[in-house]
């Protein structure tokens, strides 16, 4: 698998980008789109890291919080290990860039055992910010991207994935967050990951670049990189803002960011691209009929949408003039072999 970061360079979010690498890739038959390191930059005023200068209330913070959030000089707990709590951290400056990547260096621990801790966080690209409520700590029927780090689960009997469970959601605001079903009617994607109780931090990537949504989990922290969702199709617009939440319930955990970490990637595009406004897009993913209706196949893509009326008169048109054709043809064999058996007589 390609990494996301090189080697001691843990948080650098750069792609190795030497020749070596490339011929490796080349002849391994990996399929990546690789973007030159040096054209990747960190964009310090949509980053959050220690020792979190600019986070506060004030008029010149890039970083706001609300509800149980903490800020320390070694991270953002956003819920103590305590219930019935929620927080959040908010970038205040919007994202102008059309192709991102967002670094989220993270922990989630606590004193429940196993199945006896919840609920998760939440990472959002969206276009309002700073609104509690039920969705981890945000508002539902949200408009923009959400990954949910999920650690309890809900449904007992829907699902055959095992938690704590990452999954992607983009909504337009029409489309409500199912907790019953622990998101799965409206999810495009997503892996079961074991983060908890980790004697170390983990990671995970957020791609967005020319339509299509990576991201990349590291658990085990040996600086490599592994696919939990790649979807193709995703429409975002910019000016939206990213964030950070949380919420426990009966059951609680430490949430803690350390840090997020947002990159430009340096991607040309059409005139086309270029001469649309952006900020008008309305966050969709295509090829999808229905959220509820996604089936996820291995290569990323998901189920076309059921065939319309006029699809199915062209297969039966098609399949008519087949019987047709095949007809014709055996009728002329059959004459043939008529005829060549009148000679023998």
Known sequence: ????????????????????????????????????????????????????QGVGSSPSSQWDFWGSTLVTSSYVRLTPDERSKQGSIWNTVPVHLKDWEMHVQYKIHGSGKKNLHGDGIAIWYTKERLHPGPVFGNQDHFVGLALFVDTFRNDLHGLDHSFPYISAMVNNGSLPYDHGNDGHTS?????????????????????????????????????????????????????????????????????????MKMYQLMVEHTPDEDSLDWTKIEPSVSLLKSPKDNIDDPTGNFRSTPLTGWKVFLLLLCALLGIVVCGVVGAVVFQKRQERNRRFY
Do not use: Q
């Open 187 to 259: 999810e495009l994607g997503g892996c079961s990951s074991e983060i908890r109780n980790k004697d170390h931090d983990t990671y995970l990537a957020i791609r967005y670049s020319k339509g299509r949504l990576t991201v990349m989990i590291d658990i085990d922290d040996k600086n490599e990189w592994k696919e939990c969702i790649d979807i193709g199709g995703v429409r975002l617009p910019t000016g939206y803002y990213f964030g950070a939440s949380a919420a426990t319930g009966d059951l609680s955990d430490n949430h803690d960011i350390i840090s």
């Open 1 to 52: 698998m390609v990494s996301f970061r090189g080697s001691k360079m843990r948080g650098v979010g750069t792609f190795i980008s030497r020749p070596l690498l490339f011929l490796l890739l080349h002849f391994t038959l990996v399929k990546c789109d690789i973007t030159d390191g040096n054209a990747e930059h960190l964009k310090r005023e949509h980053s959050l890291m220690k020792p979190y």
